[in-house]
Structures are given as structure tokens and as C-alpha cells.
């Protein structure tokens, strides 16, 4: 696919072609002030429900895109709307939420407290964060964790926490940047398929989530957006209509693998 059809939306996952788009990018440009050209006229849309992985090699601008979602840079040139609002207006209303690959737990709060921090910053009773963050907690497998403190736990653990804590925003758009990069393979997997569960239950959640990694793109995603090196533009989608739930039938499939091409030939041209 070429890049004027990255602005196409697709109907996969929990899509409709009726679904609202929930990010609009149109020639969306970003030049730092020591002149670096991030990105160069990226247009994309993304439809609510969607799960759209980011690939694309290093500096060719993804986490970039993220900042410009999440209101924490402004564009040089070019329209962000994101769910019809500008990315502030968005990310005050807490419509987005993040989970980076660093899992930024506070050590001296227990799991509990740590997921329930950001509704206490937003002035929700302690009664309610509790529940939320206990509800979240279990949604990620760590019901029985919730006295523990981070450094009691793994990294898939300490990730499942970070997760968690997006979650009990109750995000529209959940941003996840290389969330599962420093896991090993099994425990990354495992995780990959807990995240497909959680999102599937939540029909109106949409991911971004940002990856080095072409299998991984192509077991989680609805669509493949793959970015050229630097000056960041978008080079290419790929509708990735397979059913969910995905699982190790999935990784195995002829389809996989061959979706697996797909992306590597697109980051390589
Ligand atoms: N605040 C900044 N000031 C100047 N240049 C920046 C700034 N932030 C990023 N850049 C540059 O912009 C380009 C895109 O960076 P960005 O971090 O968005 O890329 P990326 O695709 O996420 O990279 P990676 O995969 O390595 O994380 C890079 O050349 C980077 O050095």
C-alpha cells in the first residue's frame, strides 16, 4: 500500500466503517528547534477499537507521534485532532493514558496504591480509587498482590502494575511505548496475549503501541502502520484481518509468517 492510502480506515477488530475516528493526522509535520525534521506530512486516522502497531526504525519518529498525541509536543505544520478535540483538551478530559517500557513505579507504595495514583492525584475518594485499582489488579492477574511493593515483584509483574494503572483511567486511547521490550521472550508473549484479552473486553478501547519487533506487530495488531527513517512519514499500512483471539495457533499459522514478510519487506523498501 502506498501513503496516499495510509489515510484509509479499515474494519477490522471491533471496527465498523461507522466507528468515530479517535486520532486524525493531516500533513502532520514536527521540525525540533535544533532543526531535526521528526516527521514530514504524516497523514493517518485510526478509528475507535482499533489496535494499530507502530513500526519503523529507530528515530524515524514514532514516540514522536506519541508526544503529539498526548499534547506534549506541538506540531510544526499540520492538523491533530484527537477524538475531535485538540490532544490538551483530550488529555485533560483523561481520554489517553500511556505505559511506557520503563515501568515508573513509585517503590515505596504497594501495588495498590501505586494503580491508584492517578485518580487520587484527580481528586476521586479513596473508596473509589481502591475499587478501581482492585478491580484493574485483577483484570491483570495480581489480585493477590495488592499489599506488595514493586520490589517484590518480576518485570512482567512490575509491567502487568504498569498496565494496570493505565487502565484504571479508563483510557479511550491507550498509548503503549515498546511497553514489552525488556522481557524475555515467553514472559513477552504471555503478556502480549493478557493485553489482547483486556482489550477485546473493552470494545471502545483504542491501542497505539509502538514495537521494534515485526512478530510482535503483526500477533497484536488490527493494522501495521510502518514510518520511513528520518524525516518520519508514513510508508505504508498493513490490515491485519485475522480473527481475535489470537493465540499460539496464531503464531504458528502459515498466515503469520507470511504477514511477517509483509511488514519486514515494507520496513526494508
Ligand atoms: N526534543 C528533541 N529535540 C531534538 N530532537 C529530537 C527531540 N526528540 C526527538 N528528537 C529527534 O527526532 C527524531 C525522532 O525521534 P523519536 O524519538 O520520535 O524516534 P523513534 O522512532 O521513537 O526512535 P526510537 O525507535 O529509537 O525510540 C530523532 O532523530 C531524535 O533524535
Redesign the pocket.
Known amino acids: 500500500m502506498n501513503n496516499s492510502l495510509a489515510t484509509s480506515t479499515l474494519s477490522t477488530g471491533h471496527t465498523s466503517i461507522d466507528s468515530p475516528l479517535i486520532v486524525e493526522m493531516s500533513n502532520l509535520s514536527k521540525v ?3 532543526g ?1 525534521v ?1 516527521l514530514q506530512n504524516v497523514n493517518l486516522t485510526i478509528q475507535e477499537g482499533e489496535f494499530v502497531c507502530f513500526v ?1 526504525p ?8 506519541f508526544n503529539l498525541i498526548a499534547g506534549l509536543t506541538q506540531p510544526t505544520q499540520g492538523e491533530l485532532k484527537i477524538l475531535n478535540m485538540t490532544p490538551k483538551q483530550a488529555l485533560k478530559q483523561s481520554d489517553t493514558a500511556f505505559v511506557f517500557q520503563d515501568h515508573t513505579l513509585l517503590p515505596w507504595r504497594t501495588l495498590l496504591d501505586n494503580v491508584a495514583l492517578p485518580l487520587e492525584i484527580r481528586g476521586i475518594s479513596k473508596k473509589k480509587t481502591h475499587e478501581e485499582a482492585e478491580r484493574v489488579l485483577e483484570l491483570v492477574g495480581l489480585k493477590d498482590y495488592t499489599k506488595a511493593l514493586p520490589r517484590q515483584l518480576s518485570g512482567g509483574m512490575k509491567m502487568r502494575v504498569s498496565i494496570a494503572r493505565a487502565l484504571a483511567q479508563r483510557p479511550k486511547l491507550l498509548l503503549m511505548d515498546e511497553p514489552f521490550g525488556a522481557l524475555d521472550e515467553i514472559t513477552r508473549q504471555t503478556l502480549q496475549e493478557e493485553l489482547l484479552n483486556i482489550w477485546q473486553k473493552d470494545s471502545k478501547m483504542t491501542v497505539l503501541f ?1 514495537t ?1 519487533n515485526v512478530f510482535e506487530s503483526v500477533f497484536l495488531s488490527t493494522r501495521v502502520v510502518v ?1 520511513t527513517p ?1 524525516p ?1 512519514k508514513v510508508s505504508s499500512t498493513i490490515a491485519l484481518p485475522e480473527p481475535y483471539p489470537r493465540n499460539e495457533a496464531f503464531r504458528s499459522a502459515a498466515q503469520f509468517g507470511e504477514f511477517v514478510r509483509e511488514v519486514s519487506h515494507a520496513l526494508k523498501h
Not at 529507530?58 to 507521534?65: L, P, Q
Open positions: 525540533y528547534p535544533n531535526t521528526a519503523g529507530s528515530g524515524c519518529g514514532k514516540s514522536t507521534i509502538i521494534h514510518m528520518r518520519g
